[in-house]
């Protein structure tokens, strides 16, 4: 993954920084502003560092399902509005211990840190699939305390700085940029060296020290600076005659609102990006990086470029920039998709994303200024702007990520969102004086011309689907036969029946084995090892395709199954082959996680668990293909019972798989697992698939054409364990053990090869 845009951009933000430390040497209060400064850039490292773990780490144990995702994210958020208001309230308690104060939160979050995953396995005890209600409760609990720690941090520097500069809105958008600059490096680390080098664990010790330096250093500062309270009982600073500013409560009304559409476009950007990855790992830390790199050079360009302006031209660039925010965010999805058909590096789009976000980051420090007063409550005002953004952003994360996607497409998302940030633009630019009034010419035309371009976005959605998923072949994809979108993801079908699950190969609507385009012979397998598959678990629907062949097995006498999209329900019925699967007595599906689905039925046992996994290096495949999750499947089979599942041909996943079970056989590129031996009995095979029927009709009817040479490829695939190995047979597990030599034991800490180089399996 071609990762120098996002670089570049963050070089660029590294000169602005450095071009500010210059200009900062002239006075000790700008020294003071720019030392805090560099401590609150590396106080957004390890802020990202452990939002990206901690959100892994509850994901393997409460799900990736979107319930589950919903909940997470907004447990953090809602962790750091309440620090925010908890830092509100101190900086005006205690102004002169504002540094002090950081320090302690700092050395706090990195206590808690270097626990925090002790005490997640911990909680995954007692807590592994839970409902949602309580999902809700124990995130809360166990993400609270540090993100209120890390939430306080911003209120208590502005106060600080306040006091000796005398202004809000340069200390708030160079303290805004600092942070959420460090928070951008932390996630570009992330992606390309943090997690695929040190794991979860590793990553979090980072952050820690980090979170450690940071503390020794502010204590130090803090120690040094020797305030009286009564310095900092300041009047208000007066405001100039006419110039109306903008009351609190408008402010925080602005900042909910524009934080909630900046989550939604996150949301709906994150589409885009792992749909044009392939659904990578680093693709989620990428776009987050991007974001908030564009967040931060936003803050601090306009909080600079605004020094000297009065507040009534503040308050119309503010509307002018959420108005050109909206209208460029419903162009960005057609770019990447652009960049994809043509063969172009997509993250060279990243460039557009940097500067929307910027626009879009430019909005916080501005209202900042306009509505809080430079006095003893600054830190106060600040909070509460802040934690109006983050509660915006969590409503904005809960509405279109949880509810508006499952109802309506990418691209109508993407057009409603434009649609709002334009609508409240415009009412920023209508407000004066307290109340609505006409705006400038200039500024009317602006919104015109905004509210036009989003009209016409539309025609540039033409085969987005088709070109992000195919890149340069998508002309002779399209168009696609099925498109399902909702909140967990995007399904597409190409004419002939091929199934892609978020942008990745998936499948085939086909359950003949004379016509094997999806290598369905595997599915029909499961006799040659496994004598008696009365009731098995399978985890992944899909197509529809394995399961029709698992349900009417002829010694099937129930199929659970898990699935988490349930998407392809709605596509199952469209397809003959398939079509009478949902019908079928003996099959039950869950719409869940399948982890969590196992942590939530501990007592439930069956005689084969089997798993059509996807790519070994997609997000979030290792945790079905870890030795953590191969030993919760032990858990739930029998004493004879056997775990079949696709390895992708990752040398990595079967050499997990096999340092869990003592007893193994590779089928192509699938792995039986087994605490009893497994043996190949080709008699009962060729008997079992005698008898096989689908929708009434013999699969291997003497009459039916290539019936005869199918059977006799089975019996080849078979006769194959006895031979030297090759990737088109079967193997046994002491031959793959002598074979593999020295492999990389996947676990739920260091993931296997999502946040590393999946060239080499």
């Avoid at 609150?40 to 979107?66: D, E, H, K, M």
């Avoid at 006409?438 to 959605?461: E, H, K």
């Avoid at 998407?567 to 003996?586: A, C, F, H």
Wanted: hydrophobic share 50%.
């Amino acid at each position: 993954m071609i990762t120098a845009p996002i670089l570049a951009l963050l070089i660029y933000n590294l000169l602005i920084f450095a071009a500010a430390i210059t200009r900062g040497q002239k006075s000790g209060n700008q020294r003071q502003l720019l030392v805090l400064s560099v401590l609150f850039f590396f106080s957004g490292i390890p802020a990202l560092i452990y939002q990206i773990v901690w959100q892994r780490a509850l994901f393997a144990i409460y799900g990736t399902n979107a319930e589950s995702v919903a909940v997470v994210v907004s447990a953090f958020m809602l962790g750091l509005g309440l620090g925010s208001l908890l830092g509100g309230w101190l900086s005006s308690r205690f102004p002169q211990k504002a540094i002090l104060l950081f320090a302690v939160s700092e050395l706090g979050v990195a206590l808690i840190g270097l626990s925090s995953l002790r005490v997640f396995h911990w909680a995954a005890t007692f807590t592994a699939g839970a409902n949602l209600p309580a999902t809700i409760v124990f995130s809360i609990l166990l993400l609270i305390l540090p993100t209120m720690l890390m939430g306080a941090t911003l209120p208590l520097l502005i106060q600080h700085l306040v006091h000796n500069l005398g202004r809000v809105g340069y200390p708030v958008a160079t303290l805004y940029f600092a942070n959420t600059f460090g928070s951008a490096v932390a996630c570009y680390l992330c992606a390309i060296f943090l997690l695929g080098n040190f794991g979860q664990a590793g990553s979090v010790l980072v952050a820690a020290c980090f979170n450690i330096l940071v503390a020794s250093f502010a204590f130090i500062l803090g120690g040094r600076v020797k305030s009286s309270l009564a310095d900092y009982q300041m009047a208000a600073a007066p405001v100039a005659a006419g110039d109306p500013g903008l009351p609190l409560g408008v402010a925080m009304i602005v900042a909910g609102i524009t934080g909630f559409i900046a989550l939604g476009f996150e949301i709906a950007w994150f589409r885009i990006f792992a749909l044009a990855s392939l659904d990578r790992a680093p693709a989620f830390a990428l776009l987050l990086s991007t974001y908030l790199a564009g967040i931060a050079a936003g803050s601090f360009i306009s909080g600079k470029l605004t020094e000297r302006e009065d507040s009534a031209a503040i308050l119309r660039i503010v509307g002018l920039l959420i108005v050109i925010a909206g209208a460029a965010s419903v162009y960005l999805p057609p770019l990447i998709a652009f960049l994809r058909w043509k063969n172009i590096p997509y993250l060279l789009g990243s460039i557009a994303f940097f500067v929307t976000t910027a626009i879009v980051g430019s909005v916080f420090p501005l209202l900042c200024r306009l509505s809080v007063s430079a006095d003893g409550r600054a830190g106060r005002g600040v909070s509460l702007i802040y934690v109006s953004n983050i509660i915006g952003s969590t409503l904005g994360s809960l509405a279109i990520g949880f509810v508006w996607m499952n109802y309506y497409g990418l691209k109508q998302v993407s057009l409603q969102l434009g649609f709002a940030a334009v609508i409240t633009g415009s009412a920023v630019l209508f407000y004066k004086r307290g109340r609505f009034e006409r705006p400038t010419l200039g500024a009317m035309s602006v919104a015109a011309l905004a509210f036009f371009a989003i009209a016409i976005a539309p025609r540039f959605y033409s085969n987005l689907f088709e070109r992000l998923i195919f890149a340069s072949t998508a002309d002779k994809i399209a168009p696609l036969a099925h498109v399902v979108e909702n909140r967990n993801g995007v399904i597409a079908v190409t004419r002939d029946g091929a199934v892609y699950g978020g942008g990745v190969y998936d499948g085939y609507f086909n359950v003949d084995p004379t016509n094997d385009v999806n290598l369905i012979i595997r599915a029909f397998a499961l006799s040659a090892f496994d004598p008696d598959p009365k009731r098995v678990l399978m985890i992944g629907l899909s197509s529809g395709s394995w399961a029709q062949v698992i349900v009417n097995h002829p010694q099937l006498e129930s199929l659970d199954v898990v699935e988490i999209n349930p998407g392809y329900l709605q596509l199952i019925p469209q397809y003959s082959p398939v079509r009478s699967l949902l019908q079928n007595p003996k099959l039950h599906i869950y719409i869940d996680d399948g982890r969590r689905w196992l942590n939530a039925h501990p007592k439930s046992r069956y005689n084969a668990i089997i798993m059509n996994t996807s790519f070994y290096w997609r997000d979030h495949t290792s945790d079905l293909l870890s030795a953590n999750f191969a030993e919760l499947v032990r858990a739930h089979l029998d004493a004879r019972g056997v775990f079949y599942y696709n390895t992708t041909a990752s040398r990595d996943a079967m050499a997990t798989g096999l340092r869990v079970f003592p007893y193994g056989l590779r089928v192509l590129n699938f792995l039986a697992l087994s605490d009893a031996p497994l043996e190949v009995n080709l008699d009962r095979w060729m008997a079992i698939l005698k008898q096989y029927k689908i929708d009434d009709q013999l699969v291997f009817s003497p009459a039916r054409p290539n019936s005869q040479a199918t059977l006799a490829n089975f019996k080849a695939l078979a006769d194959s364990v006895n031979k030297p190995p090759g990737p088109s047979g079967m193997e046994l597990s002491s031959s793959i053990t002598a074979r593999l030599g020295q492999r990389t034991i996947i676990t739920d800490d260091n993931m296997g090869r999502e946040w590393r180089d999946p060239e080499t399996p």
